[in-house]
Nanobody, 124 residues
Framework: QVELKESGGGLVLAGASLRLSCTIS????????VGWFRQASGKKREFVSA???????YYSDFAKGRFTIFRDSAKNTVYLQMNSLRPEDTAVYYC??????????????????WGRGTQVTVSS
């Protein structure tokens, strides 16, 4: 059974950094795409970033230049390094796995497995 577990969230001041981790169990990372999404209170879930098995990376416009996604296959973990955090980054962050590495990493419907999320709160 595939499980994804996020960690690393917390409460920080604007301008600070956080590194989120997505640890995968029940399956060894090989051909899958792993993505990060977020959902702020009262808003729809939105794409943040994704990385595929070739280590191609994808970012939403708000994440470009501030966030970095990378995978450590030895640890079966995907990380999201978030720098220069802003209050508008406050949300629950979810990691997800697309078993077929589709061509639409920004589309949440392509993902087969989801974690439960980790809260990120950025205060001004």
């Amino acid at each position: 059974q595939v499980e994804l577990k996020e960690s690393g969230g917390g409460l920080v001041l604007a301008g600070a950094s956080l590194r989120l981790s997505c640890t995968i169990s029940g399956r060894t990372l090989n051909w899958e795409t792993v993505g990060w999404f977020r959902q702020a209170s009262g808003k729809k879930r939105e794409f943040v970033s994704a990385v595929n098995f070739r280590e191609d990376t994808y970012y939403s416009d708000f994440a470009k230049g501030r966030f970095t996604i990378f995978r450590d296959s030895a640890k079966n973990t995907v990380y999201l390094q978030m720098n220069s955090l802003r209050p508008e980054d406050t949300a629950v962050y979810y990691c997800s796995m697309d078993l077929e590495a589709s061509n639409w990493p920004e589309n949440e419907r392509t993902y087969d497995h989801w974690g439960r999320g980790t809260q990120v709160t950025v205060s001004s």
